[in-house]
């Protein structure tokens, strides 16, 4: 089932999990909402995030280093579902961690929690099979990154695999904030429509959105804009007790740019 963006754009707030605590980021979950976000990437934490850049590497040190484990996020999750049942909710993590729980637990708990969908960042639509079998099995929204670089022909294979939305990767490269959203964004997406839109899969554009000229910038050519790094490191420089409503405004400030 497609996640649906009722905003242009519609907003996606990436949050890793556990960072400072579990209790805050239930809380700036809940006011990233509040504020206008449609749906929430909950980040699993993993000691070897290859794909992040240094803001949500260190936010990933430090929630594993808190002891956050993969089945802590699910049980956050629903508490958020159980908070706020109208958010799509999405779990985002790297295949690891997913393989030491098991693919057939883990796609039954996460279903349980009521979450929506699943991006596991390293799991690649060429070997998606079991995994696939599996979130199909649980009524869950599978979600794949697609890259500039990427063929037409695996452009395609992204759009049919992907039901909850596909995740277009702004740039080549780690996660981070830039100055500008990158030009072949625009390009990758006329060339993701091709396969997307006979399907109803909606694009949502992430990796670099910081600001709310970004968020401009994606309405012109994409479903959903994904706001990630910039979150995490204004959690990182904010006192927890503070950094809910930090962040709530924050996502305020996008949405009225």
Same mark, same amino acid.
């Given at each position: 089932m497609?996640i649906?963006?009722?905003?242009?754009?519609?907003?996606?707030?990436?949050i890793?999990?556990?960072d400072?605590?579990?209790a805050?980021?239930?809380d700036i979950?809940l006011?990233?909402?509040?504020?206008g976000?449609e +749906?929430?990437?909950m980040?699993v934490?993993f000691?070897?995030p290859?794909?992040?850049?240094?803001?949500?590497?260190?936010?990933s040190?430090?929630?594993v280093?808190?002891g956050?484990?993969?089945?802590?996020? *699910?049980?956050? $999750?629903?508490?958020?579902r159980n908070a706020?049942?109208?958010?799509g909710?999405v779990?985002?993590?790297?295949?690891?961690p997913v393989?030491?729980?098991?693919?057939?637990?883990?796609c039954k708990?996460?279903?349980e929690?009521g979450?929506?969908g +699943?991006?596991?960042?390293?799991?690649?639509?060429e070997? !998606? !099979?079991?995994?696939l079998?599996e979130?199909a099995a649980n009524k869950?929204a599978p979600?794949f990154? $697609?890259a500039?670089?990427s063929p037409?022909?695996r452009?395609?294979?992204? $759009?049919?695999?992907?039901?909850?939305?596909?995740y277009a990767?702004s740039r080549v490269?780690?996660?981070?904030?830039?100055?500008?959203?990158a030009?072949?964004?625009?390009?990758? *997406?006329?060339?993701?429509?091709?396969?997307?839109?006979?399907?109803g899969i909606?694009i949502?554009?992430?990796?670099?959105?910081?600001?709310a000229e970004?968020?401009?910038?994606i309405?012109?050519?994409?479903d959903a804009?994904?706001?990630?790094?910039?979150? +995490?490191?204004l959690?990182?420089?904010?006192?927890?007790?503070e950094a809910a409503?930090a962040v709530g405004?924050?996502?305020?400030?996008?949405?009225?740019?």
């Amino acid at each position: 089932m497609p996640i649906s963006f009722i905003s242009k754009p519609g907003l996606v707030a990436y949050i890793t999990a556990g960072d400072p605590d579990l209790a805050t980021t239930r809380d700036i979950a809940l006011a990233a909402i509040d504020a206008g976000v449609e +749906v929430i990437e909950m980040g699993v934490p993993f000691s070897d995030p290859l794909a992040d850049g240094p803001v949500i590497q260190r936010a990933s040190e430090r929630a594993v280093a808190r002891g956050t484990r993969l089945t802590d996020v *699910i049980a956050l $999750a629903a508490e958020i579902r159980n908070a706020r049942p109208q958010a799509g909710l999405v779990l985002f993590s790297y295949l690891n961690p997913v393989v030491r729980l098991g693919m057939h637990k883990f796609c039954k708990l996460a279903a349980e929690a009521g979450v929506d969908g +699943v991006l596991l960042t390293d799991m690649i639509v060429e070997e !998606a !099979a079991e995994y696939l079998a599996e979130m199909a099995a649980n009524k869950l929204a599978p979600i794949f990154l $697609a890259a500039p670089t990427s063929p037409d022909a695996r452009l395609e294979a992204i $759009a049919k695999a992907s039901k909850g939305f596909v995740y277009a990767i702004s740039r080549v490269g780690i996660t981070g904030t830039q100055q500008q959203v990158a030009g072949d964004a625009s390009e990758l *997406i006329a060339r993701l429509r091709k396969f997307t839109e006979p399907l109803g899969i909606p694009i949502a554009v992430g990796f670099g959105i910081s600001n709310a000229e970004h968020v401009r910038a994606i309405a012109g050519f994409a479903d959903a804009a994904v706001v990630g790094s910039a979150i +995490v490191q204004l959690i990182e420089r904010t006192p927890p007790a503070e950094a809910a409503a930090a962040v709530g405004k924050f996502i305020q400030e996008l949405r009225a740019g």
